[in-house]
């Protein structure tokens, strides 16, 4: 597609109950980030992914985050048993290659609330 | 890790007039240092990058400076329209690849 989509673009989940949220990057890029908002503050980075190397992992919160991307393409991100914390804008973003200088597209996000 | 920080209060100005964003770094400089374009409900859209040989980068009314001795970079909005109200993040390398470190963002409104 012209643009990284996210889906769903909001979500309203019970405390408890999992969520996976879903990324699908500008084609032909093989970098892919997931960054949290949470209101009012910073993004915050997850997870990164670049083509076939091991995941950069160093950001996930806790165990209960988890992400995969499939064929070096589609992403999800998955929060098992949520709590009300994790309710926050969780961001996709992709690029040509992980290099410094490269320009960074986001998707539009989807709000996560934890009731 | 790198500590960011940005303009804490929300700019208002007038249509016409120069809004000036400050993102100052804690720690080490980084290679890049890029500034993104947020509005209500979106993502980031990336604005423009400097380089930290750079002092100054412009893009028709956005200019960027980057002063390493200062830890500082200002990002400014010449001539300001209403469109130009978003909130405004500056980011920068944490000294590998590609991980991006965000500052909370500056809110602009513009008045007409």
């Known amino acids: 597609g012209a643009g990284v989509s996210q889906s769903p673009s909001n979500k309203v989940t019970e405390k408890g109950k999992d969520v996976e949220l879903r990324c699908d990057p500008i084609?032909?890029?093989?970098?892919l980030y997931w960054y949290r908002q949470s209101l009012g503050q910073g993004l915050e980075f997850l997870i990164y992914f670049q083509g076939n190397s091991a995941p950069d992992k160093s950001g996930l919160p806790s165990d209960r985050f988890s992400a995969e991307r499939t064929g070096g393409s589609v992403s999800t991100l998955t929060i098992q048993r949520t709590q009300q914390e994790d309710s926050a804008v969780y961001l996709c973003?992709?690029?040509?290659?992980?290099?410094?200088?490269?320009?960074?597209?986001f998707g539009e996000g989807s709000w996560l609330t934890v009731v | 890790s790198q500590k960011i920080e940005q303009n804490s209060e929300a700019l208002n100005i007038q249509e016409g007039k120069t809004a000036t964003l400050t993102c100052n770094y804690t720690n080490y400089s980084p290679a890049y240092l890029q500034w993104y374009r947020q509005d209500p409900g979106r993502g980031p859209v990336f604005l423009l990058l400097?380089?930290?040989?750079?002092k100054e980068k412009r893009k028709e009314r956005l200019k960027v400076t980057f002063d390493t001795t200062l830890k500082q970079s200002l990002f400014h909005i010449t001539a300001s329209q209403p469109a130009d109200s978003a909130t405004y993040l500056c980011a920068l390398d944490q000294g590998n690849d590609y991980k991006l470190s965000f500052g909370a963002g500056t809110t602009v409104t513009v008045r007409a």
């Open positions: 400097i380089r930290e040989n750079e």
């Open positions: 973003a992709s690029s040509l290659v992980g290099t410094p200088g490269n320009t960074i597209y």
């Open positions: 084609s032909g890029h093989t970098a």
